[in-house]
């Protein structure tokens, strides 16, 4: 998923506005769902964004202790564990040694990290 929207948006956008745009400058930025799926994709295109922030993301929904993640992901990628972790934002990033800067913004009462 985060492929198809970088590549039909992002680029899209970068191409249409080739001349308006700072291509050195490009920073991408979410709120939940929406977040870590900011994080994704910086993360596999670290090259493309100066940097990267999340408001409220949601936090390893691969992971079994992440209820409503877990369900989710489940359903989206048909319990396939393998998809479900190349899609999850927190082992993208572990899995990576150099990224961009990044701001996460995580309230302390969401009800979703309990």
Request: glycine share 8%.
């Amino acid at each position: 998923m985060s492929d198809l929207i970088f590549r039909r948006h992002i680029v899209f956008f970068g191409e249409m506005f080739e001349k308006q745009i700072d291509h050195t400058r490009w920073s991408i930025m979410g709120h939940s769902m929406g977040g870590g799926g900011a994080l994704l994709i910086a993360a596999k295109n670290p090259h493309s964004f100066k940097s990267v922030s999340a408001l409220a993301p949601r936090c390893s929904p691969s992971n079994l202790g992440s209820t409503f993640g877990h369900i989710a992901y489940s359903i989206y990628f048909n319990n396939e564990e393998d998809l479900m972790k190349r899609n999850d934002a927190t082992e993208v990033l572990n899995s990576r040694h150099n990224f961009i800067p990044c701001l996460v913004d995580q309230g302390t009462k969401d009800e979703l990290l309990k």
